[in-house]
């Protein structure tokens, strides 16, 4: 930091704000920590009475925040998100359209680990609506060394640190199990809740149909719904050990393969997931969906729609954060459920 005569500071970088008072009218920095002089500023910045400035000594070698948050954008942007313009040497992202915002943890990490640059992004693997606020960048000091800085870059590797994906798919058919609700002896107050959960991601529900009981009959009004094209299969209820429970024993016996039955997550643990050999998915979802605020379903749905194929150990690894607190009224996802 060195102090210069203002008519002398075209092209330095200001090292604090410069606040500009006008009674009645304006109070506020008209320049900002960062800023780098143009020759335009000149007659203002004496008009302020601001003869001398402090300003940082552009070195060789070294990089403006502003130019090194650009570096760091170059890192994390990918498809589908909007950048801000750099405002006192940070840029943000946000979504440019609903998707799962996903994140490469470990390079992301490796990232912040290095000397004064930061990256901070919202919870990987969560769903974002368009215009949401995905990340921000920056680095610490007004002017960082160019080796810190390429040290930064060496440590996130190649491609995108983050990614949305676009939500593609775009149609459903639920099984609705049991005997009672086939009979009508109760109202099915199961299947509309899942509608609309699905309505929520751009899914359509083509068809609903009520098996009823027995591994058998499950079989069968899958196949039925297979028949629909749907892209994924929703069974509700049917998934505890009571005998007549037999929602997995049909999912097998309509011939997926089961990826998990269990899920490490409350409410949702009697959960399944499973797919067909011509990759549309299928789901037991135990009762909770129906009356909790939200659960293991809200979890996994935003990965399957935007095309993720779940595996177990995405699964396994919901088991941190999975406990839902039970909190009234219910926030989620602004929660800590699933994060």
């Not at 040290?151 to 798919?169: D, M, N, R, S, W």
């Amino acid at each position: 930091m060195k102090l210069i005569e203002t008519r002398q500071a075209v092209g330095h970088v200001l090292c604090h704000d410069l606040t500009q008072i006008i009674k009645d009218q304006y109070k506020d920095a008209r320049f900002r920590k960062g800023h780098v002089v143009q020759p335009e500023d000149i007659p203002v910045l004496l008009e302020m009475g601001k003869e001398h400035l402090y300003v940082w000594e552009m070195e060789p070698g070294m990089v403006h925040e502003n130019d090194a948050a650009e570096r760091l954008l170059a890192l994390c942007r990918n498809d589908h998100m909007d950048r801000s313009d750099v405002k006192e040497g940070k840029i943000e992202l946000t979504a440019a359209c609903d998707g799962l915002f996903r994140v490469d943890s470990r390079r992301l990490l490796a990232v912040n680990a290095s000397d004064e640059v930061m990256i901070a992004t919202r919870r990987g693997n969560t769903a974002v609506r368009r215009g949401d606020k995905l990340a921000g960048m920056r680095v610490i000091p007004l002017v960082i060394r160019e080796e810190v800085l390429r040290a930064a870059e060496e440590a996130a590797g190649t491609g995108p640190l983050l990614e949305l994906l676009p939500y593609v798919k775009k149609t459903a058919a639920i099984v609705a199990t049991g005997s009672e609700v086939k009979k009508g002896l109760i109202q099915d107050t199961f299947t509309p809740v899942v509608r609309d959960k699905l309505a929520s991601y751009g899914i359509e529900t083509l068809a609903v149909t009520y098996s009823g009981d027995g591994v058998e009959a499950v079989r069968d009004a899958i196949g039925e719904m297979r028949n629909t094209g749907a892209e994924l299969i929703l069974c509700t209820g049917g998934m505890s050990v009571d005998p007549d429970d037999n929602t997995p024993g049909g999912i097998r016996a309509a011939g997926a393969r089961v990826v998990a039955y269990g899920a490490p997550v409350l409410p949702g643990a009697m959960f399944l997931m499973g797919y067909f050999e011509d990759g549309t998915a299928v789901m037991g979802l135990p009762g909770c969906v129906m009356y909790a605020g939200a659960t293991v379903f809200d979890l996994v749905l935003p990965r399957v729609a935007a095309g993720v194929e779940i595996t177990r150990a995405d699964l396994a690894a919901m088991g941190e954060g999975g406990l839902c607190l039970g909190c009234k009224p219910c926030r989620y996802p602004v929660c800590p459920f699933g994060k």
